[in-house]
Structures are given as C-alpha cells and as structure tokens.
C-alpha cells in the first residue's frame, strides 16, 4: 500500500525565515501530487498540485514545491514566510488511475511574528 | 466557487446513539469522501463513493457506514457510536478526472459521551 511520510510534525519558524516541508511517498509509478493547507478553524484547500510537466509547481500565497522522481518527494518550500501562514499543512499522493489519495500525518507550523 | 457543506460544526452524542452526519457538495462531482482527522494521525479515509448508491471502504470503515442516495449528498452513519469515535470528521468530493484536487467542508467535531 501507498504510504506518504511528512517527517516534519512541528515546525516554529520567526517571520521572514525560509521554510521547507519535506514529503516522500512509496509508490514507484505515475503519481499525482498535492499539498494542501488547514488553517485554524477553517477548512482544508489546495495550495498546490503536480501531475506532469515542469517539476517546479507554484502555488498560491508564494509556496512553491519541487517533484524529485528519483527522490520519491515533494517538498514544499516558501522563502519568507509570515504570521499567516501558520497552520497545517498535509502533502498528499495519488497513484496514477486512482481516484483516492494517500495523507500525510502533516506538520503543524507556527509563525512568530 | 466550489462548496461541500457538512450539516453540523459540532455535535455532541451519546455512547451507543445512532449518529448521522450529512454532507452536500454543488459541484455535481462524482466522488465523495469520508475522512476522520485525529491528532498525528493526518486523514484517514473512512469510506468512498464513486457515483450514486456505489460505496467502497477505505483504512477505517468499522463502525461506521455510508448512504450515497443522491449525487450531492453523502452521509456517514455511526451505527452505534463509541467514545473513541469521538474525533474532527471531514467530507470532501471531487470530479473523475485524473488531475483534479479534492474540496473539502468545514468539519463536523463530533464528541461522544
């Protein structure tokens, strides 16, 4: 069975610092792929995805994530985050034909300001 | 904008009640999803559906069941609810297509007493 690693489960970083969430997955074929985010109290949405084409994805709110195949990741980096961006985050992968998608456990990263 | 609604953001039950939790999407999706997020444990997927009366179990289905009469509607049934069902439960649906995220509601928090 698939399984999705996210080996960060808490992060606390000050405004302005860089951040890079790491995801890895098990599967060896074709792979959607998608972080998304949980902000307190609200609901989870979708700051990025990847299915084909350049590795490099960006997203929303200036995340960006960069697919290594080779790796097996997809890790999420913002170069200067902000108080806002505290919340959860989950990185998720979807074997190629599959409708259903594999979580990660996510990491909870708090922003000081 | 897309919308998945779940009926209640908090619901307090019984043990051994008969609990229903409701959920509504407006986006004629074909797909929708039961999830149970627990603290470090991410999303764990309860049940799916992918079309009407078509269910199929995810990692986590004891316990629980499912009712897909209609295409927007998708509702989880605790047959008889146990304290360590009490948890943040998330409905989320999406289309057939390959590349497309899911959307996800706002969460029922459901406490069993």
């Known amino acids: 069975a698939q399984s999705v690693s996210q080996h960060n489960h808490h992060v606390i970083l000050s405004e302005a610092a860089s951040l890079e969430l790491g995801c890895n997955y098990s599967?060896?074929?074709?792979?959607?792929l998608f972080w998304y985010v949980q902000y307190p109290g609200q609901h989870l949405q979708l700051l990025l995805k990847?299915?084909?084409?350049?590795?490099l994805v960006k997203g929303i709110k200036g995340f960006e994530a960069e697919f290594i195949k080779s790796k097996f990741s997809f890790n999420l980096r913002k170069p200067s985050v902000q108080w806002s961006d505290t919340a959860e985050y989950f990185c998720?992968?979807?074997?190629?034909?599959?409708?259903?998608?594999?979580f990660g456990r996510g990491t909870s990263l708090i922003v000081h300001p | 904008d897309v919308k998945v609604t779940q009926s209640s953001r908090y619901l307090v039950k019984r043990t051994g009640e008969k609990v229903f939790l409701e959920c509504v999407q407006d986006?004629?999706?074909?797909?929708m999803f039961w999830y149970r997020q627990d603290p470090g444990l991410g999303l764990r997927l309860i049940y799916f559906?992918?079309?009407?009366?078509?269910?199929e179990k995810g990692d986590i289905p004891e316990g629980y069941s499912v009712s897909r009469e209609k295409k927007e509607r998708f509702s989880l049934i605790l047959e008889s609810a146990s304290t360590n069902q009490t948890s943040m439960y998330l409905c989320?649906?999406?289309?057939?297509?390959?590349?497309?995220?899911?959307?996800f509601g706002d969460g029922t928090r459901l406490s069993i007493l």
């Open positions: 998720a992968v979807r074997e190629g034909g599959s409708y259903i998608p594999t």
């Open positions: 559906s992918y079309d009407v009366k078509m269910k």
């Open positions: 599967y060896g074929g074709t792979v959607n």
């Open positions: 986006m004629d999706h074909e797909n």
């Open positions: 989320a649906s999406s289309s057939m297509g390959n590349n497309q995220p899911q959307h």
């Open positions: 990847y299915f084909s084409g350049d590795p």
